[in-house]
């Protein structure tokens, strides 16, 4: 089943490649009293991913700090090692975006949005999304029908929730 607006998140560890390496990062404690922004993308270095998803939320960044967001999540099924580099490549990093690895794709497996492409090399990665998440709970989430698109998703999209 996917995920849909008033779901809770299910429990899960996502990976950030830390001072000492890889370390876990709780998504409960992440939202808890939070209101926070998640978006996901097919895959780390990927065109559409790096030419118009992670710079949409960083252009966007200080108007949902304003409206109340505590923090942005960028999370793909790549390895913690991949997005440090890719958030330092495209300035996720500089601009405070969590650029989080889900290395085996459980976390998008269990809110439903996993998807293949084989003729792209695209093997059990996340479909394009956005969501807004109070304390754990999805007050908003936006899927794109296509993963070579960035529209619905897109952070400019996702703010117009707030």
């Excluded at 998504?27 to 209101?35: A, P, Q, R």
């Excluded at 695209?122 to 709970?137: F, H, Q």
């Amino acid at each position: 089943m996917t995920i849909t607006t008033g779901d809770r998140l299910p429990e899960a560890d996502l990976i950030r490649l830390g001072g000492e390496g890889p370390e876990a990062v709780s998504l409960s404690e992440l939202t808890d009293g939070k209101t926070i922004a998640i978006f996901a993308v097919p895959g780390a270095y990927t065109p559409t991913c790096s030419a118009a998803h992670v710079p949409s939320f960083i252009r966007t960044k200080d108007k949902f700090a304003a409206k109340g967001v505590d923090t942005i999540v960028c999370v793909s099924v790549n390895d913690p090692f991949v997005m440090k580099a890719w958030g330092e490549t495209t300035g996720a990093t500089e601009a405070g975006i969590h650029m989080l690895a889900d290395a085996d794709g459980s976390f998008t497996k269990a809110i439903g949005l996993s998807f293949d492409a084989p003729p792209a090399g695209l093997i059990g990665r996340s479909r394009r999304y956005a969501m807004l998440v109070e304390d754990g709970t999805v007050k908003a989430i936006h899927v794109e029908e296509s993963p070579g698109v960035c529209d619905v998703s897109a952070g400019e999209s996702l703010l117009k929730e707030l």
